[in-house]
């Protein structure tokens, strides 16, 4: 393969990335705008002030939990830090909508919660009032509790690389702890954090499982309702261009953070020493660090075993072998062709260094700042109008009815995860190419060998690691993957992710369980990871994947 037809397929690869953004601003503008004002008139003030507030919400308490935690675990010792410095990060194997499912059983009106409260106290259901799970709040809350170890993470991997000459400093100056933190650690580790509650915020602009079950109504929800229960294609791409804005506008933010967080000192210096912590301070900080992990994680693991082993399902039944099988397939095929497309793009860019190299990484990089719903409307617009038209043609020339060749297959659901979950894979393959001295690449070509060549015999091997790891990270990132595998999806093709909504939806929560607790499995492996390269490596972006613009580094 030469040079030419190399780059080609990179830029094509590229441009496949580019399509659902491109298609979403095209069929917003294009179609009938008379629409727009009906809109904006009903559904869209909702929609922009439940946004608003569960934004404001989800990154008020994730900068608090986060940010307090890692602070604790990076500089105190207290009993059960070193296993709590882990567990902390275990809710992000959690996605927010299985955690809505265990928790409406746990606190809802006929839940175990309010049954003993009636049970003790003998009130009737008009007696008290009590918390509704089942609201933006509770929805907020969710969110929060799955999503503050990203917050977490990138806080604690600053903390730990911050030289403790400035707090020192301030310590001797005769502030105390906390005003020294204040004024000196926090702000040292703001990029980072801010880089965290941004994306935090991201994801929360994204979710439809959350939101849908209870029933906050959002953009997301409002994408999908407009394209499904309404039939109006141009409103659902409209809601998705807005969507799609303010995604884009968070992306850049993230990434002028990460910027900022370059130009912050990192490590040298005196290490950042642990302080004792006795009586009351240790126990305090014990029980602080512990409450995330046991409402994000443990009781959530607990609820869903319960009402999982009451369901007397099994996952050896023909039908959830199907749904595993399903899943599985999609996840392995999806993680192969985004870690090719990824090693396509990636290698294209190193053989040649240009703007326009960069533009194409870009490129290939933006759809992690595309929620779900908006990729899947992006990519349904266009290959609809694809097959409609060759049909027709079809019909006319040949009179064969060609009918739906790529809406509603497979193949346009892995393109739909290719574009969603690109940067992961591109994260995995900066990490892994950096390794490589550019003097070995000058070597194999002047040894004759062409780009695949030298690809294939020389930098896959020397950073297949790093590939494995960005695939595996593709791999769970499907399974849970929501909203785009809801549009798209073929005919009577279901995942674990589909059924358990379908079955939450149905208020069937015990039957739910199983396969919402298969999809936490399945996470828990990119975590872990996550946890031991952060605390071997202390680099100062622990998923740089998330970085939806550039792939700088890798992510586990």
Same mark, same amino acid.
């Given at each position: 393969?030469?040079?030419?037809?190399?780059?080609?397929?990179?830029?094509?690869?590229?441009?496949?990335?580019?399509? %659902?953004?491109?298609?979403?601003?095209?069929?917003?503008?294009?179609?009938?705008?008379?629409?727009?004002?009906?809109?904006?008139?009903?559904?869209?003030?909702?929609?922009?002030?439940?946004?608003?507030?569960?934004?404001?919400?989800?990154?008020?308490?994730?900068?608090?939990?986060?940010?307090?935690?890692?602070?604790?675990?990076?500089?105190?010792?207290?009993?059960?830090?070193?296993?709590?410095?882990?567990?902390?990060?275990? %809710?992000?194997?959690?996605?927010?909508?299985?955690?809505?499912?265990?928790?409406?059983?746990?606190?809802?009106?006929?839940?175990?919660?309010?049954?003993?409260?009636? $049970?003790?106290?003998?009130?009737?259901?008009?007696?008290?009032?009590?918390?509704?799970?089942?609201?933006? $709040?509770?929805?907020?809350?969710?969110?929060?509790?799955?999503?503050?170890?990203?917050?977490?993470?990138?806080?604690?991997?600053?903390?730990?690389?911050?030289?403790?000459?400035?707090?020192?400093?301030?310590?001797?100056?005769?502030?105390?702890?906390?005003?020294?933190?204040?004024?000196?650690?926090?702000?040292?580790?703001?990029?980072?954090?801010?880089?965290?509650?941004?994306?935090?915020?991201?994801?929360?602009?994204?979710?439809?499982?959350?939101?849908?079950?209870?029933?906050?109504?959002?953009?997301?929800?409002?994408?999908?309702?407009?394209?499904?229960?309404?039939?109006?294609?141009?409103?659902?791409?409209?809601?998705?261009?807005?969507?799609?804005?303010?995604?884009?506008?968070?992306?850049?933010?993230?990434?002028?953070?990460?910027?900022?967080?370059?130009?912050?000192?990192?490590?040298?210096?005196?290490?950042?020493?642990?302080?004792?912590?006795?009586?009351?301070?240790?126990?305090?900080?014990?029980?602080?660090?512990?409450?995330?992990?046991?409402?994000?994680?443990?009781?959530?693991?607990?609820?869903?075993?319960?009402?999982?082993?009451? =369901?007397?399902?099994?996952?050896?039944?023909?039908?959830?072998?199907?749904?595993?099988?399903?899943?599985?397939?999609?996840?392995?095929?999806?993680?192969?062709?985004?870690? =090719?497309?990824?090693?396509?793009?990636?290698?294209?860019?190193?053989?040649?260094?240009?703007?326009?190299?960069?533009?194409?990484?870009?490129?290939?990089?933006?759809?992690?700042?595309?929620?779900?719903?908006?990729?899947?409307?992006?990519?349904?617009?266009?290959?609809?109008?694809?097959?409609?038209?060759?049909?027709?043609?079809?019909?006319?020339?040949?009179?064969?009815?060609?009918?739906?060749?790529?809406?509603?297959?497979?193949?346009?659901?892995?393109?739909?995860?290719?574009?969603?979950?690109?940067?992961?894979?591109?994260?995995?393959?900066?990490?892994?190419?950096?390794?490589?001295? %550019?003097?070995?690449?000058?070597?194999?070509?002047?040894?004759?060998?062409?780009?695949?060549?030298?690809?294939?015999?020389?930098?896959?091997?020397?950073?297949?690691?790093?590939?494995?790891?960005?695939?595996?990270?593709?791999?769970?990132?499907?399974?849970? $993957?929501?909203?785009?595998?809801?549009?798209?999806?073929?005919?009577?093709?279901?995942?674990?992710?589909?059924?358990?909504?379908?079955?939450?939806?149905?208020?069937?929560?015990?039957?739910?369980?199983?396969?919402?607790?298969?999809?936490?499995?399945?996470?828990?492996?990119?975590?872990?990871?996550?946890?031991?390269?952060?605390?071997?490596?202390?680099?100062?972006?622990?998923? %740089?994947?998330?970085?939806?613009?550039?792939?700088?580094?890798?992510?586990?």
């Amino acid at each position: 393969m030469n040079d030419r037809l190399f780059h080609m397929l990179a830029w094509a690869a590229a441009g496949l990335c580019l399509l %659902p953004v491109a298609a979403v601003i095209l069929a917003a503008v294009s179609g009938d705008l008379s629409g727009w004002s009906a809109l904006s008139s009903t559904v869209l003030p909702r929609f922009t002030a439940n946004s608003v507030a569960l934004v404001l919400l989800v990154s008020m308490g994730t900068f608090v939990i986060g940010t307090s935690t890692a602070w604790l675990v990076t500089t105190c010792h207290f009993p059960g830090r070193r296993l709590l410095e882990v567990m902390l990060a275990l %809710p992000l194997a959690f996605p927010a909508y299985v955690l809505a499912y265990a928790y409406t059983d746990l606190l809802d009106h006929p839940g175990p919660v309010q049954t003993l409260l009636r $049970e003790v106290t003998g009130w009737g259901p008009r007696d008290y009032w009590f918390p509704e799970i089942r609201s933006l $709040e509770g929805a907020a809350a969710m969110l929060t509790l799955v999503l503050y170890p990203y917050v977490y993470l990138l806080a604690r991997a600053a903390f730990l690389t911050q030289s403790f000459g400035g707090y020192l400093a301030a310590r001797v100056l005769g502030k105390g702890p906390w005003t020294a933190f204040w004024r000196v650690s926090l702000p040292m580790a703001r990029p980072a954090i801010a880089g965290g509650v941004l994306l935090t915020v991201m994801e929360t602009i994204a979710d439809y499982g959350t939101v849908s079950y209870f029933g906050v109504q959002t953009f997301a929800t409002g994408i999908y309702q407009a394209w499904f229960s309404l039939g109006d294609r141009t409103a659902a791409a409209q809601l998705a261009l807005c969507l799609l804005s303010v995604a884009l506008l968070l992306a850049t933010l993230e990434r002028i953070q990460r910027g900022a967080a370059k130009r912050y000192p990192s490590g040298g210096g005196t290490e950042m020493p642990r302080q004792e912590l006795g009586g009351a301070a240790a126990w305090g900080a014990a029980l602080w660090c512990t409450l995330p992990v046991l409402f994000g994680f443990v009781l959530p693991i607990v609820i869903l075993t319960t009402l999982a082993w009451d =369901a007397n399902q099994s996952l050896l039944s023909a039908r959830y072998q199907g749904f595993m099988r399903n899943s599985l397939m999609l996840a392995a095929i999806a993680a192969v062709v985004t870690v =090719a497309a990824a090693v396509l793009v990636g290698t294209a860019a190193r053989l040649k260094r240009s703007r326009a190299t960069r533009a194409m990484t870009l490129l290939a990089g933006v759809g992690y700042a595309v929620p779900g719903g908006v990729i899947a409307v992006g990519l349904m617009v266009p290959f609809a109008a694809l097959d409609n038209n060759l049909d027709a043609w079809m019909r006319a020339t040949f009179g064969i009815s060609t009918g739906l060749l790529f809406t509603g297959s497979i193949w346009l659901l892995v393109l739909a995860y290719m574009v969603r979950f690109m940067a992961a894979a591109l994260s995995a393959f900066d990490t892994g190419i950096t390794g490589i001295n %550019p003097s070995i690449d000058a070597a194999a070509r002047t040894l004759g060998k062409s780009p695949a060549g030298m690809l294939w015999r020389v930098h896959l091997p020397l950073m297949k690691t790093a590939l494995l790891t960005g695939a595996l990270i593709v791999f769970v990132d499907v399974m849970k $993957e929501l909203p785009a595998t809801l549009i798209l999806r073929p005919f009577n093709f279901d995942t674990l992710a589909v059924q358990a909504h379908r079955l939450a939806a149905d208020e069937r929560l015990s039957e739910a369980a199983l396969p919402s607790l298969v999809i936490v499995a399945f996470g828990l492996l990119p975590v872990i990871i996550l946890c031991r390269s952060i605390a071997r490596h202390a680099t100062p972006n622990p998923r %740089p994947a998330l970085d939806p613009m550039a792939a700088e580094s890798a992510k586990g």
